[in-house]
């Protein structure tokens, strides 16, 4: 059973920064990636970033240049350094990891973007 354990979310302001992470467990298998998906109120879930096992990196269009992700193959963790927040960054952020063709969520973290 592979579990993900997600923390870091919280509340900032906009232009603040926040960091993320999510430990993953359960699985004596290798992660092909491991990624962060969103959901804002009303919005459906979509791709924020994703890192390959081997270290390639894909981002959404409206956070590259302001959000870093990165990973731990030896930790099975994945992080996401979250810069220059904007409050439409609002939403709950969610852990996956995928096993060849499986994906796994984690529990979600909410991130609020707020003065």
């Known amino acids: 059973q592979v579990q993900l354990v997600e923390s870091g979310g919280g509340l900032v302001q906009p232009g603040g920064s926040l960091g993320l992470s999510c430990a993953a467990s359960g699985n004596s298998f290798s992660y092909v990636a491991m990624g962060w998906y969103r959901q804002a109120p009303g919005n459906q879930r979509e791709l924020v970033a994703r890192i390959s096992s081997g270290g390639s990196t894909n981002y959404a269009d409206s956070v590259k240049g302001r959000f870093t992700i990165s990973g731990d193959n030896a930790k099975n963790t994945v992080y996401l350094q979250m810069n220059s927040l904007k409050p439409e960054d609002t939403a709950v952020y969610y852990c996956?990891?995928?096993?060849?063709?499986?994906?796994?969520w984690g529990q979600g973290t909410q991130v609020t973007v707020s003065s």
């Open positions: 996956i990891a995928q096993i060849s063709s499986d994906i796994y």
